[in-house]
């Protein structure tokens, strides 16, 4: 396995030294189900914010609570490999908690963040009080129009001619 992909509690240990450290530590969290150009986007730009990009994958129980029983597409540890395999990404860890929180407070990044469809205010109450308690600022980094992992499906499930 790749050594990007690690346990809460090395995650935790490791963060604490790159803070210690006077790294900038900036986190994010998602489904990441079928990684797009989209994904790979937003993850430079949070990496651009700081010295270090954790992220959050939500594991396959709490994607298919989050996005249905059809969800997701592609396994937790095929989704983990394919972001560490990402330049920008520095580590991943998987969660099974439908929310960040335990994630957010392992980490207890300098920056929170989130994608286009949030806004401070519709950010999980319990995620916001964390981030808060440990000082950490949120930033929402704005969506590509035109790429949606549900309009990957679509796409993928919509019948099509033959090619000759």
Known sequence: MNPKIVGFEELSDRCEKLR???KKLVATNGCFDL????HVRYLQA???LGDFLTIGLNADSSVRELKGTR???????DRAELLAALQCVDLVTIFPQLR???FIA???PAIYVKGGDYTSE???EEERAVLKEIGAQIRLIPFEAGYSTSRLIEQIC????QIR
């Open 20 to 22: 210690d450290a006077g």
């Open 35 to 38: 990684l797009h150009v989209g």
């Open 46 to 48: 949070a990496r651009a």
């Open 71 to 77: 969800r997701p597409i592609m396994t937790q540890n």
């Open 100 to 102: 960040a929180t335990q």
């Open 106 to 108: 392992a980490v207890r």
């Open 122 to 124: 519709t950010l999980d």
């Open 158 to 161: 919509k019948p099509r001619p």
